[in-house]
């Protein structure tokens, strides 16, 4: 079993700046497939930002590429998220996930078996 709590969401300006952390506990960390996705209120959960195990290669979202940049410490078995240049379309519950067995960078939900709580990002104009 994997469990995994976000954390660091919150109220910012447009324009602002947040880094969203997830720490994984249970199986071997650096054994799986990260990725975060987000809802926002009568959406479809969608992909976000996605990273290999081993950290090397990152895949992006159209609508955050150049924005957001997704990392990993494998020695603190947590994952980031650093949002910059945030907008108010940014606002949603951000969910981390994990998967052993998914192909990296994958952006259907239902490919990773395991998930957060979720941390709201609510972006103000």
């Known amino acids: 079993q994997v469990q995994l709590v976000e954390s660091g969401g919150g109220l910012v300006q447009a324009g602002g700046s947040l880094r969203l952390s997830c720490a994984a506990s249970?199986?071997?960390?650096?054994?799986?497939?990260m990725g975060w996705f987000r809802q926002a209120p009568g959406k479809e959960r969608e992909f976000v930002a996605a990273?290999?195990?081993?950290?090397?290669?990152?895949y992006y979202a159209d609508s955050v590429k150049g924005r957001f940049t997704i990392s990993r410490d494998n020695a603190k078995n947590t994952v980031y998220l650093q949002m910059n240049s945030l907008k108010p379309e940014d606002t949603a519950v951000y969910y981390c996930?994990?998967?052993?067995?998914?192909?990296?960078?994958?952006?259907?939900?239902?490919?990773?078996?395991?998930w957060g709580q979720g941390t709201q990002v609510t972006v103000s104009s």
């Open positions: 996930a994990a998967d052993f067995t998914v192909v990296a960078g994958d952006p259907r939900p239902y490919e990773y078996d395991y």
């Open positions: 249970g199986r071997t960390f650096s054994s799986y497939a």
């Open positions: 990273i290999r195990w081993s950290g090397g290669n990152t």
